[in-house]
């Protein structure tokens, strides 16, 4: 049987569990032992029920935040051996090449890249990319105690590798605009955008790391597979992620690409650009020009142009991510 935490005497007679009670609210109700037994004989699926009830209540009563307090995955976070991260990263360094192409196509409209330019510098660029956030997770896993931290650090643990690693994926991206972006890769081109492609960075990060692991601790409860439970984690955490970064990914893109423009005149072309004109004719008809622009701003904001494209490919760089390493590991 499971163990479980609890102070209930009678299920630490039963030899169930005989450690301290990690929350305030363990609360079980007594059973007897003998009255326990037959009830097993009697019906089996009781045994399960229970179980599963018992975990629920210990992640309810732990209050488990998707920041940093899931410590059940930290020794399975340390485990992630850098072989494992690379060969994922280099199989999803293609996915993503081909996919951020169509996205910058979507964006930007006129003639596409090609889907693969410069893999030499993209693959291990982007090996070190996820690594970066996998090897500072773990960093930060193995030294921080989220328990005895304040919580002004735990967000810092949180946030750190996106900002870390956003020198690297400018670099990343940079590589993947020479066909509109003409300035010297390493000198100008790869700083343009370089704000919200950080905030875009520090989402992504939380999602690949926290969010993915949040979801899946969940979903063990309603699904038995565990490669299966590993992989709706990964979607869950893609589409949230992919949908809160839509935003700054926008803005980072159409600076990249074209640099000379203010962030005001992209934003307003991104703007222009979201809102169909089905409902610019409705808003035309029924608002005042102030109140317009407004609706349409929060339209776009709301409803911002790409973002299935691009959920998509986040989706998809996390369950190629999160599954290649999972499944490496369970069989290394």
Same mark, same amino acid.
């Given at each position: 049987?499971?163990?479980?935490?609890?102070?209930t005497r009678?299920?630490?007679? *039963?030899?169930?569990a005989?450690? !301290?009670?990690?929350?305030?609210?363990?609360?079980?109700?007594?059973? @007897?032992?003998?009255?326990?037994?037959?009830? *097993?004989?009697?019906?089996?699926?009781?045994?399960?029920?229970? $179980?599963?009830?018992?975990?629920?209540?210990?992640?309810?009563s $732990?209050?488990?935040?998707?920041?940093?307090?899931?410590?059940n995955?930290?020794? %399975?976070?340390?485990?992630?051996?850098?072989?494992?991260?690379? #060969?994922?990263a280099?199989?999803? /360094?293609?996915?993503?090449?081909?996919?951020?192409?169509?996205?910058?196509?979507?964006?930007?409209?006129?003639? $596409?890249?090609?889907?693969?330019?410069?893999?030499?510098?993209? @693959?291990?660029?982007?090996?070190?990319?996820?690594?970066?956030?996998?090897?500072?997770?773990?960093?930060?896993?193995?030294? #921080?105690? +989220?328990?005895n931290?304040? /919580?002004?650090?735990r967000?810092?643990?949180?946030?750190?590798?996106?900002?870390?690693v956003? +020198?690297?994926v400018?670099? &990343?991206? /940079?590589?993947?605009?020479?066909?509109?972006?003409?300035?010297?890769?390493?000198?100008?081109r790869?700083?343009r955008? &370089?704000?919200?492609?950080?905030?875009?960075?520090?989402?992504?990060?939380?999602?690949?790391?926290?969010?993915?692991?949040?979801?899946?601790?969940?979903?063990?409860h309603? %699904?038995?597979? !565990?490669? *299966?439970?590993?992989?709706?984690?990964?979607?869950?955490?893609?589409?949230?992620?992919?949908? /809160?970064?839509?935003?700054?990914?926008?803005?980072?893109?159409?600076? &990249?690409?074209e640099?000379?423009?203010s962030?005001g005149?992209?934003?307003?072309?991104?703007?222009?650009?979201?809102?169909?004109?089905?409902v610019?004719?409705?808003?035309?008809?029924?608002?005042? !020009?102030?109140? $317009?622009?407004?609706?349409?701003? *929060?339209?776009?904001?709301?409803? !911002?142009?790409? %973002?299935?494209?691009?959920?998509?490919?986040?989706?998809?760089?996390?369950? #190629?991510?999160?599954?290649?390493?999972?499944? &490496?590991?369970?069989?290394?």
């Open positions: 049987m499971v163990l479980y935490r609890t102070k009678t299920m630490n007679a *039963m030899g169930v005989q450690m !301290p009670c990690i929350s305030t609210k363990c609360e079980l109700n007594d059973i @007897v032992k003998r009255n326990y037994q037959s009830l *097993m004989i009697s019906k089996p699926k009781f045994e399960v029920d229970l $179980r599963s009830w018992l975990e629920v209540e210990q992640l309810r $732990r209050k488990v935040s998707v920041q940093v307090e899931q410590k995955k930290t020794a %399975v976070a340390q485990e992630h051996s850098f072989r494992a991260v690379a #060969i994922a280099g199989i999803e /360094a293609y996915y993503r090449s081909a996919l951020n192409t169509m996205v910058n196509a979507k964006l930007i409209g006129g003639k $596409r890249g090609d889907f693969f330019p410069k893999m030499h510098i993209q @693959v291990p660029t982007r090996i070190v990319y996820v690594a970066g956030f996998k090897e500072l997770r773990k960093y930060f896993d193995s030294k #921080i105690d +989220p328990e931290s304040s /919580a002004g650090l967000l810092a643990t949180v946030v750190a590798p996106g900002i870390v956003t +020198p690297i400018s670099i &990343l991206e /940079a590589s993947n605009a020479g066909h509109m972006n003409k300035e010297n890769l390493w000198t100008k790869w700083t955008g &370089l704000a919200p492609r950080g905030g875009r960075e520090i989402i992504f990060g939380i999602g690949l790391n926290q969010l993915s692991d949040y979801f899946e601790e969940r979903l063990h309603s %699904v038995n597979n !565990p490669m *299966m439970a590993n992989m709706l984690g990964s979607l869950c955490a893609g589409v949230t992620a992919g949908y /809160a970064s839509q935003i700054p990914h926008i803005l980072s893109t159409l600076k &990249l690409l640099p000379h423009k962030y005149t992209l934003y307003q072309q991104f703007v222009d650009g979201s809102v169909p004109r089905s610019d004719k409705v808003l035309e008809t029924s608002l005042s !020009p102030t109140s $317009r622009s407004l609706a349409r701003a *929060m339209f776009a904001t709301v409803f !911002p142009r790409g %973002v299935m494209i691009r959920t998509v490919m986040i989706v998809g760089s996390f369950v #190629i991510l999160n599954g290649t390493i999972n499944v &490496l590991q369970v069989y290394s």
